[in-house]
Structures are given as C-alpha cells and as structure tokens.
C-alpha cells in the first residue's frame, strides 16, 4: 500500500544517514539537521507520525498549511480520482474545466471586487505575479512611470527576485546581489516597548503608516505602482498590525492612485477567521497574494487575485492579442485544482473558517497564560495565529527558541516552528480546545525547563 511505501522509505533514511547527503534541504542547517534528523512519515488529522513512530501533535498545520488538518478523505479522494482522469492540461491557449470551476469557487470567497484569479503554484511565485500584474496594470493604463514598489522592513514575500527585493528580511537578501532597482520598505511595526503581551491588535504603532507619506513626498506617487504587506508576518517572526494601520494604508494608497498588495499567502484561508484576513480587518486590498491553505497543503498551488479595475486594464488590447505575457506551466494544473476544490468543501462543510473566531479567546487566554515563564519577553496573538518570543542568549550558539522547538518535539510530542527567537503557533482550524491546552501545557514546561 502508499503507507507501506512511505514507511519502508522513512525506514531506509533513518537506517543510513549517508543517505541523507543529496537532499539539500531548504532554509536548514543541513549539517546540524542531519545530525540529529526529525523525520515525519505520515498524517493524520492533528497528528503527524514521526519515523520513530510517535503522534506529534501539529501546532503549525504542517508550514501554515493544511488548515483542516491531514489526510481529510475528501481531498484525498478528489486527488486519487483527478490523477486517474485527467493528470495534466496545458493552460496556455488550451485548458479543462477544472481552473474555471475552482476560479469562480474562490471568486465567490475573496472580498469586494477581487474576482479575477490568477494561478501559480507557491507563494512566491503568487508574490512575483502581482508585482509584475501590479506593473504591466500602471502601465497598460498609460502611468508606466509607476514603476517603484514598496515593502516593509521584516517583510516576507517568499524568495523569487521580486520577493525578496520587495521583502525585508536581511538574510534573505544581502547574499543575491543588487535586487531589484526602485524599491523602498517602511519600517516594521514590530515594538516590544510600547505593545508587548498587548492581546490581538497591538495599540499603538498607527503612525507608522504615514511612513507612506513620507515615500510619495520624496519620490512622487506618480512614480510608485504599488505597496505590498502581509496583514499579518509569519517568518518575520509573528508581527501584527497595530490596531488602524492597515486602513491607513489603505486610505494612503487611495489619496494617490497606488495599488494595495496584501499578501495573504498565510493568513488566506481561514487562519484569522472569514476566508482572508482583508475581511477580517475589514480592509479590501486591490490585489491578494495566497498560497499553502488553498490546496490545504497537499499539492502545490498559489493564486493571485485581482480587482476588476486591474483585471480591466488588461481587456482593452485587439482581438487576438494575449493579455498578460506571464504564466507557469502548471498554472492551474488540475491535481492542484481538484484538491483546491474539495479543500474548499471541507472548510464550508465544517464551517472551518468561522473557528479561528469561535477559538480566538481561549486560545489568547492559553498562549498568553506562559506570560512569566523565564525569558519569555513577549506574547503575540490574533485568529488563530501565535508567537513566544524569547530572551537571546548572548554570547552562546543557538537561539532559546530553537531548543524549545527541538525539546517540543522530541520530548514533548509537539510541532512548533522556530524564527529567530520566536516560537511560532498556528495549529490546523480543527483545532479542539483539549488540543490547545496540550500544546501550551507542553511549551510551559519546556520553556520553564530551557536554561
Ligand atoms: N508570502 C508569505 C506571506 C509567506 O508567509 C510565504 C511563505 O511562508 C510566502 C510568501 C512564500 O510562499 P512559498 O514558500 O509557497 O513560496
């Protein structure tokens, strides 16, 4: 059977760590990794399965992933049947029906008039397309000069040239070069001074958004195209946007014609409670960026969707004439599609988007019962979403965090993911309380025990 297959193949890496050599493993230590593997071998609802064979419980839902947990039968299903009948369609002047049927499912869930979707296969590459879409908009509309994009300190947007370029994460960036030119960030919104252990939406930090401001008064907003945020950073370590900042921006963004990119690659999908975080906030972007919650982690695929504005600019060219000279092979590929499609059943059958709101005050409650534990400096929340930051050790290799997360999963059966010094938490939407109080009874001892 596939699980045998996948348990004599975990067998065979955990039996020769000489076989582990050729993978070269992404944002890892690989040395450090390969020492000490963690190898998952298969999935259940909350639960994975480590090699060794013990239920680790999912606090991350897999990388901000699969939002309705592992191995749901009716994605599995729809996945099995779609490889059996159709397992590839080219979409470039050609398609199936699938990309259409999925494309009006996800219109019906994106807000205001984002009712134009565009696929790719990651975040990344979702990132990539709006910045390139937001560019060939400025310019199909006759404002080309709109060329300069604007990000955010600590800002990630995956790791194509565009993404890092627009992004602010300095290991991201300083090994690739120049990046791309005409690019400015604002500053990050991140303050433990003002706003740590603040619940939800941190108070203070709305000034930050004339930041933008400042950018249109030293460059013109005749030369800006467009400015890209996540409403909520995960890699960056967890940051959330201070309470009225988001609508700010946007209410900049409109004073001078600039396009409004959310990136919503994690918080898409029911994360924060309503399908995308812009509901949630109540602050309609012109374009969103998602990926991960949208297949629910099982096959790759992104989306980029867009206003009727954008999408409109690009209808006026002859008959004939291609609208947009950007695309992937697997654009649309009608795995991805199948599963994005039952993905979707599921999150509506279990009304999986409204638990991040239903779960929003205990899980607070419990995250931010570790306040007082040794070198916990702060405690972030919103949705579904958390973050534990702790103390750097000075001097000594290693982050806290990373031996918290270590410890998490060896000794307490738990997946948490580690940036920098920040524990990060963001468990599938099946989430039950019971699950909550493990995963914080489980970090509370480890932290209380990490030196
Ligand atoms: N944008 C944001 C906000 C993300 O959090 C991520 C991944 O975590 C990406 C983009 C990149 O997505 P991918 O890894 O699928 O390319």
């Known amino acids: 059977s596939s699980r045998a297959l996948a348990e004599h193949y975990s067998a065979q890496a955990q039996a020769a760590p000489d076989s582990m050599k050729a993978f070269w493993m992404p944002f890892t230590a690989n040395k450090q990794f390969k020492a000490a593997p963690r190898l998952l071998a298969s999935a259940s609802g909350m639960h994975y399965r ?18 309705a947990g592992h191995a749901r039968p009716r994605i599995v299903e729809a996945v099995k049947q779609q490889i059996e009948t159709l ?9 199936s029906p ?10 019906e869930l994106t807000p205001g008039d984002l009712n134009h979707v565009f696929y790719t296969n990651s975040g990344s590459e ?13 310019r199909a509309r006759g404002e080309g000069q709109r060329t300069r994009l604007i990000g955010r300190e600590k800002g990630y947007h995956g790791v194509g040239f565009g993404g890092i370029s627009v992004g602010g994460l300095p290991n991201n960036r300083k090994w690739f070069g120049p990046l791309l030119p005409g690019v400015d960030h604002l500053r990050h919104t991140l303050d433990l001074e003002r706003n740590a252990f603040s619940r939800g939406l941190p108070p203070s930090g709305i000034e930050l958004a004339e930041d933008l401001e400042r ?31 988001l609508r700010r921006i946007r209410e900049i963004c ?12 994690i918080t898409g999908f029911g994360r924060v409670g309503h399908a995308f975080g812009s509901q949630r906030f109540n602050v309609t972007p012109d374009i969103i960026t998602a ?8 096959v790759p695929m992104g989306a980029v969707f867009v206003s009727e504005k954008i999408h409109d600019a690009f209808t006026h060219g002859p008959d004939g004439a291609i609208d947009l000279f950007h695309g992937y092979t697997y654009s649309g590929h009608p795995l991805a599609c199948a599963a994005a499609l039952a993905t979707l059943d599921t999150y509506a059958e279990e009304n999986l988007f409204d638990r991040a709101i239903e779960l929003g005050d205990y899980w607070e409650d419990a995250i931010h019962s570790l306040r007082g534990l040794p070198n916990v400096i702060d405690i972030r929340n919103f949705g579904l979403v958390g973050a534990i930051e702790l103390a750097p050790r000075p001097g000594a290799p290693g982050t806290r965090a990373y031996e918290v997360f270590t410890r998490a999963f060896h000794e307490g059966n738990l997946l948490t993911r580690v940036t920098g010094d920040v524990i990060a938490l963001s468990p ?24």
């Not at 397992?87 to 398609?95: E, G, L, R, T």
């Not at 699938?98 to 219109?107: C, H, I, K, N, S």
């Not at 979702?126 to 400025?138: E, G, N, P, R, T």
């Not at 409109?254 to 690659?265: A, H, M, P, R, T």
Request: charged share 20%; net charge negative; aromatic share 8%.
């Open 215 to 245: 950018m249109v008064a030293l460059h013109d907003a005749s030369t800006i195209a467009a400015v890209i945020i996540e409403p909520i950073s995960g890699s960056a370590g967890v940051v959330i946007p201070p309470d009225g900042y």
């Open 98 to 107: 699938l990309p259409f049927v999925l494309a009006e499912r996800l219109a």
């Open 50 to 67: 480590s090699v060794d064979g013990r239920e680790v419980l999912d606090g991350t839902a897999g990388l901000w992933c699969c939002n």
């Open 291 to 298: 990926a991960k919650g949208i297949t629910n982690g099982c």
């Open 428 to 451: 599938p939407l099946i989430v039950e309380r019971q699950h909550i109080d493990q995963i914080f009874g489980i970090l509370s001892d480890i932290i209380r025990t990490t030196a």
């Open 87 to 95: 397992d590839f369609a080219p979409n470039f002047s050609m398609s």
């Open 254 to 265: 409109d004073k001078y014609g600039i396009l409004l990119i959310f990136d919503e690659v």
């Open 126 to 138: 979702s990132v990539d397309s709006a910045l390139k879409i937001a560019l060939a908009y400025h």
